[in-house]
C-alpha cells in the first residue's frame, strides 16, 4: 500500500513536469506538497525535499553528478547536515543515486538481526551499518541485494508479529527457536509452500 502511494505521488509530479532537480527546486513548497500528497506527512516531506534541493543548488549548481564527485564520506557528513535527512536517508542516497559502498541500515534489518541474535536489539545505526561493512565486500550492489532481501524479509515474514515456521532462517534464528510453538503458521502456509524471499 505504501509504495502503491508513492508510485501515485511520482506520478502525479511527472505529469506536472516536475522530475527533474530544477523544476522541484522551483516549485512552491505547498504545490510540492499537493503532489505527493498521497504519500504519508506529505508537507513535512515536501520540506525535506526542498531543503534537500536547496542544498544541491547553494552548494552544487543542481548538479547531482557534481555533488557525487566529493569524497563520499564527505557528502555523507554534509547530507546529515540538511534538514530531515537522517542516517538511512543520506545512506540510501550515497548507495542507490551515488553508487557508494554504504549499507543502508532500517528497521527491518535491526528486527531480523537481533531476532537472530547477532546484534542486540537496541543496536545503534552505526554498529549495525559497522557490522555488515566489515563482513561484507564493499560492493554496492552487493549490498542493495542485501538490503531488499532484508526488507522482503521483515515485510512478509519477520514482522511484528512473525511468521516463524514460514522463515528460512529459522533453523539459525534464536527467537524463532524459542518461541516456534508459540506462533501459528499462516493461512498461506496452511495452504502450500511457503515464499521464501532468501
Known amino acids: 500500500m505504501a509504495w502503491r502511494n508513492v508510485e501515485k505521488a511520482i506520478a502525479a509530479l511527472e505529469e506536472a513536469g516536475l522530475l527533474t532537480p ?5 516549485c ?3 504545490e510540492l506538497g499537493e503532489k505527493i500528497r498521497t504519500t504519508l506527512y ?3 516531506k515536501a520540506k525535506k525535499i526542498k531543503a534537500f534541493l536547496a542544498y544541491l543548488f547553494q552548494n ?5 553528478d557534481r555533488m557525487f564527485r566529493l569524497p563520499p564520506d564527505r557528502l555523507r557528513r554534509e547530507l546529515l547536515e540538511i534538514y530531515g535527512i537522517g542516517e538511512e536517508t543520506a545512506d540510501s542516497i550515497l548507495l542507490y543515486a551515488g553508487g557508494y559502498p554504504f549499507f543502508v541500515v532500517d528497521s527491518y534489518t535491526k528486527r531480523i538481526f537481533s531476532r537472530l541474535g547477532l546484534l542486540p536489539e537496541k543496536a ?3 554498529l549495525v551499518q559497522e557490522y555488515f561493512q566489515a563482513r561484507l565486500p564493499k560492493d554496492p550492489k552487493l549490498y542493495n541485494e542485501y538490503h531488499a ?5 521483515g515485510h512478509h515474514i519477520c514482522r511484528t508479529r512473525p511468521l516463524c515456521p ?7 534464528c534464536v527467537y524463532g527457536q524459542e518461541n516456534r510453538e508459540l506462533i501459528p503458521i499462516s493461512r498461506h502456509r496452511a495452504g502450500g509452500s511457503p515464499q521464501r524471499p532468501l
Do not use: M, N, V, W
Open 22 to 26: 530544477e523544476a522541484l527546486y522551483r
Open 149 to 153: 532481501q532484508l526488507d522482503a524479509l
Open 166 to 172: 514460514e522463515c528460512p532462517l529459522l533453523d539459525l
Open 42 to 44: 506529505y508537507r513535512q
Open 28 to 30: 512552491p513548497t505547498e
Open 124 to 126: 545503534s545505526y552505526r
Open 60 to 64: 552544487h549548481g543542481g548538479d547531482l
